[in-house]
């Protein structure tokens, strides 16, 4: 048995979809594009990205979802396919091993800063004495 081992990074594309397989497996899908910089010209690659059930429950427990920035190492299928012209096409399947996040959380996703924040402030106490040093325990 051969594979294909990628490393990428880029930003979710589409919310994550969680499904049912034949089993009653749960698994989940969602798309991820990938910048490359050639020269001036910027181009973007888009993976398709597959997570079993592990996975699946992983990523809905971290609330993974469109726009944010992930690394991700799986297993890389090319996918050959028919549009509905009739032309051929290819896909990229990537098969989730592992990820994790990559950079800043989105300005969505960030706690309102200190000014608009909902929490009280603390209660500030006078200070206590609690003895010299000898008394203190080592």
Not at 109 to 130: F, L, M, R
Request: proline share 4%.
């Amino acid at each position: 048995m051969s594979f294909a081992n990628l490393n990428l990074e880029g930003r979710i594309v589409n919310e994550p979809e969680f499904k049912t397989g034949k089993n009653n497996n749960e698994f989940c899908t969602f798309r991820v594009a990938v910048n490359q910089q050639f020269g001036a010209q910027e181009v973007a690659s888009f993976f398709n990205c597959t997570g079993g059930e592990a996975m699946a429950q992983r990523i809905r427990k971290a609330g993974l979802g469109k726009g944010r920035m992930i690394h991700i190492n799986g297993n890389l299928t090319l996918r050959e396919y028919k549009n509905r012209d009739g032309i051929t096409c290819m896909s990229a399947d990537v098969g989730i091993l592992d990820w994790h996040f990559v950079g800043s959380k989105p300005k969505s996703e960030e706690a309102p800063p200190a000014s608009q924040s909902t929490n009280k402030p603390g209660v500030v106490h006078d200070e206590e004495y609690i003895g010299d040093d000898d008394e203190l325990p080592i």
